[in-house]
Structure formats: C-alpha cells, structure tokens
C-alpha cells in the first residue's frame, strides 16, 4: 500500500485503526492534512499534537457518529478522527477566527479527495451567531472555555449540552488552574499566540453546570504535557435525559 491522495499513509492509517495512537503518530497525519497550509499555521497543527493529548479524546468518539466541534479552530480534531481510521459519518466545526477556518476548510478539501465524500464541513461564526442546531452523537468542546469571559462560560457549555443527542457523548478539555507554574506557562502561551487574558474555570464547575443540564460524567482525567496540563471530562446524555438538577 503506498499513499493515499491525501498524502496520508494508508500502512500508518491501517496501524493507527488496530494500535494505540501516540502523539507522534497523529503529530505524522496532522503534517499530511495541513501540507498546503500557510507555513506558520502548518507548523501549529504539526506540532500541536504534542501539546494536546488528542490521542486521549479521539477513543470517547463511536463509530458512525455525527460530531460537533465547538471552537474548532483549524480543525484538527475532525481531520485527526478521519485520518486515524474512525468511521464517522459528519463533522461539521465553527470557530470565530477567518485565518483557521480557511485552513481548517482547506483541509476538509484533502480529507474529501481522501474519502471520497464530504466528510467535514466548517463554518466561521460571529460569537453572538446560532450554532449548528444538531442534535449530535459527539459535541467536542476542546481549549474553548478558557477563551470565553467568565459571565458567558456557564451559557457556552449550556449550549453544547442542548446539542449532543440523546445517547450522545460530550467531550470537555480544557487547561489546569493547578499547578500555578503550569497555567502560568499555559497563560504566556495564548498571550503570545492568541494574544488574549484567558480565564480558567474550575473543572469542578464545569462538571456542576454540565451536570445541570442533564448529563452524567463517564470519565473525568488529567494529562501533563511538556509543561502544560489538561483537564478532561467526557459525558453521556440518557436515552431518556433526566430533567436538569437546580444549581
């Protein structure tokens, strides 16, 4: 087997569907699916993989799944579900920014050309824009809050909530408070990328608000990465959704 017309390895992609992926291996497709990005924004999602512990997120997604990719950037979690091997059968994300998503509509290109159907579609949204009203087998919402001011936090993982389907998975990771040096160096980092003052929530809170609305945790993780640190929550909503708890 040699590559495929995404420029992706269909040996790696076999491995990938059977092993268990490292950063390394996800960090070799994120290089494949943005080679035609602009150079500073190749160079992010190549190495991002490094940064983000993708490989812990990527299991929670079932197969045939319709996801939601709130805040998704330059996309690289959809194209990563594709390029891995998961068979999904949409993904649509939305992002504020103009820059990432005509890189991440980019690569839903190469990802198209590569399955053979139009897989991923992204959307750029003004904040105050109606999201993509769903409902969804997934909602992933991933380094999203700690962009969000803190009064509109609670409202933001409401909306992701009433997206995610009955049966349906949400997948929350967002950036440690603890240790301080930790989200510190995390804080430097999106001063200089983003250039922006984010505001961490409590992961305990988040839990609480997302509880609210009616789910329930599955798994609740934490990952260190270089001198990073991530919190994860994944839930499930109830066939038959329980009715929200008072907060």
């Known amino acids: 087997m040699g590559s495929n017309e995404a420029g992706i390895d269909a040996r790696q992609v076999a491995t990938l569907r059977t092993g268990t992926l490292t950063a ?40 045939n799944a319709t996801v939601l990719d709130v805040g998704c950037g330059s996309g690289l979690f959809l194209g990563l579900l594709v390029a891995s ?48 009203a769903g409902p969804f087998d997934v909602v992933a919402i991933i380094d999203v809050i700690h962009h969000v001011p803190p009064g509109q936090q609670s409202s933001v993982l409401e909306a992701a909530s009433s997206r995610v389907a009955a049966g349906g998975v949400l997948i929350y990771k967002d950036m440690c408070r603890r240790p301080l040096w930790r989200a510190g160096m995390n804080r430097l980092h999106d001063l200089v990328l983003a250039r922006q003052w984010i505001h961490y929530l409590p992961i305990d809170e988040a839990e609480r608000c997302l509880c609210a609305t009616g789910l329930r945790v599955r798994h609740r993780a934490t990952a260190n990465r270089l001198w990073y640190g991530h919190e994860l929550l994944v839930f499930d909503k109830p066939e038959r959704a329980a009715a929200p708890s008072a907060v």
């Open 85 to 132: 091997g998961h068979d999904i059968a949409s993904g649509v994300g939305f992002d504020v920014s103009p820059a990432a998503i005509d890189a991440a509509q980019r690569m839903a290109r190469v990802v198209e050309r590569r399955e053979g159907r139009a897989v991923l579609a992204f959307h750029r949204l003004d904040v105050a824009a109606p999201w993509p």
């Open 24 to 63: 390394r291996d996800l960090a070799g497709l994120s290089r494949d699916l943005y080679a035609g990005a602009a150079p500073l924004m190749r160079t992010l999602q190549r190495w991002r993989p490094y940064i983000c512990p993708f490989e812990d997120l990527l299991p929670f997604v079932p197969g």
